[in-house]
């Protein structure tokens, strides 16, 4: 059973934006936190943003100012929006839900985004 599904991921030329979108299974609890992460390649994965079901978000400081995390918790959908995109923002991105803070007890399969120079 997929729990959460991104989707949006794509290429685009550096500079450029990109909208990903993660459906999040009624089956999970809405008082869960819900956060993106990346996992580059060649490196180790890495966590993005969180927001927490009262709204409170967070970034890296890598991504900070560039993207934008947001839930609908009517739509049961959670969004990264991400502009100013640079190359090294290349990475498969995954959906995430947790009780707690990092917010990653269950995964989604992951969207591909390709950055190009």
């Known amino acids: 059973q997929v729990l959460l599904a991104e989707s949006g991921g794509g290429s685009v030329q550096a500079a450029g934006s990109l909208k990903l979108s993660c459906v999040v299974s009624q089956d999970i609890d809405p008082q869960y936190c819900l956060a993106w992460f990346r996992h580059p390649p060649g490196k180790g994965r890495e966590w993005v943003a969180s927001?927490?079901?009262?709204?409170?978000?967070s970034y890296a400081h890598s991504v900070q100012g560039r993207v934008t995390i947001s839930r609908d918790n009517a739509k049961h959908t959670l969004y990264l929006q991400m502009n100013d995109l640079k190359p090294e923002d290349t990475a498969k991105y995954y959906c995430?839900?947790?009780?707690?803070?990092?917010?990653?007890?269950?995964w989604g399969l992951g969207t591909q985004v390709t950055v190009s120079s």
């Open positions: 927001i927490a079901n009262d709204g409170r978000v």
């Open positions: 995430a839900a947790g009780r707690w803070s990092p917010c990653n007890s269950i």
